[in-house]
């Protein structure tokens, strides 16, 4: 059984920051692409940034220059810096992860359950 847990939302004032984490845990042979998406209220669930297990990035254009994704390989977690954060960043954030299981060595993609973001004077 392997699970994504997120860590880190909450509230926060326009132009502040928060970070996010994501630990992978459970029976897990290797951990390849891991990212986060968001999902606004009424919005479809979109790309926020990714980072591969060799640490090539890539960042949707209306965060790029203001988040930082980042990974511990030996951690098997995700991180998301949020700098210079706008109301319209507020969405529930989800982990994204294609894991390896020990058990069988089948690449699975695995999603966490999702941590709000508000960002809100």
């Known amino acids: 059984q392997v699970q994504l847990v997120e860590s880190g939302g909450g509230l926060v004032q326009p132009g502040g920051s928060l970070r996010l984490s994501c630990a992978a845990s459970g029976s897990i042979f290797s951990t390849n692409g891991m990212g986060w998406y968001r999902q606004a209220p009424g919005k479809e669930r979109e790309l926020v940034a990714d980072i591969s297990s060799g640490g090539n990035t890539n960042y949707a254009d209306s965060v790029k220059g203001r988040f930082t994704v980042s990974r511990d390989n030996a951690k098997n977690t995700v991180y998301l810096q949020m700098n210079s954060l706008k109301p319209e960043d507020t969405a529930v954030y989800y982990c994204?992860?294609?894991?390896?299981?020990?058990?069988?060595?089948?690449?699975?993609?695995?999603w966490g359950k999702g941590t709000l973001v508000t960002v809100s004077s």
């Open positions: 994204h992860a294609e894991i390896k299981r020990r058990a069988d060595y089948v690449a699975i993609n695995y």
